[in-house]
């Protein structure tokens, strides 16, 4: 007669929550200038991810890569607008603001957003898509593939011209900033991804037909 069995039925883990967009720091512009100060949120932790986004009203500024810093997508040789966008993970010690720096002298703008809830170590974001600068009055934010669960996708666009858009479809406007009427416009759009999927483009309508650049990816939680 064969021995009774007895055992636990193993238990799934809980899945990851998703990444979270927390807050975006004050808009900053300079006329003339060949440095500027972008500030912190704020409200940064360890482990949280900032993307700072710049733009020269010009052609082939040449930013130089502040320390710590990496670049995540840059448009470097486009007439009258060369958009960047830069990401660090947060140790805990950030305050005030961070200086951007470049050779020759342009009108430039720059914010920074924070997220929170991300992969704590290599690359936070997985089917970076760097689009080249386009001219149009709606913005499309193109498709991408995520790789695992409980993602967050994000598009982070730079336009140059007004504000007063529509809104996307699917994604959500984490945030929507202007310097002064008639400078850079920096938007944030998020959308949870549950399972690895083809996340669908979406897009918007602009107040009017102007340059933009976007900066897609989809953040991996912790």
Not at 27 to 50: A, F, K, L
Not at 100 to 119: D, E, F, L, P
């Amino acid at each position: 007669m064969g021995g009774l069995r007895f055992g636990m039925a193993q238990q799934s883990a809980a899945p990851a929550a998703y990444p979270i967009f927390e807050e975006v720091g004050a808009y900053v512009g300079g006329t003339s200038v060949t440095t500027i100060d972008v500030p912190y949120t704020g409200g940064e932790s360890n482990n949280d991810i900032v993307f700072l986004q710049l733009s020269g009203w010009g052609s082939n500024v040449g930013y130089n890569t502040p320390s710590g810093w990496t670049i995540l997508s840059e448009v470097p040789s486009i007439s009258l607008d060369s958009p960047i966008v830069f990401w660090r993970r947060c140790n805990g010690t950030e305050s005030g603001s961070q200086t951007v720096t470049w050779t020759a002298s342009q009108n430039a703008t720059g914010i920074m957003s924070r997220w929170s809830g991300c992969k704590t170590s290599g690359d936070p974001f997985e089917a970076l898509t760097d689009t080249p600068l386009l001219n149009a009055s709606v913005y499309t934010v193109p498709s991408i593939t995520t790789l695992g669960d409980t993602r967050l996708a994000v598009c982070l666009i730079e336009r140059y011209g007004n504000t007063n858009s529509g809104s996307p479809s699917d994604y959500t406007k984490s945030f929507e900033e202007q310097y002064v009427a008639g400078s850079s416009v920096w938007y944030g759009l998020s959308q949870q991804i549950a399972t690895a999927s083809v996340v669908a483009a979406d897009s918007f309508t602009a107040f009017s037909t102007g340059n933009y650049h976007t900066t897609n990816f989809a953040l991996i939680p912790n």
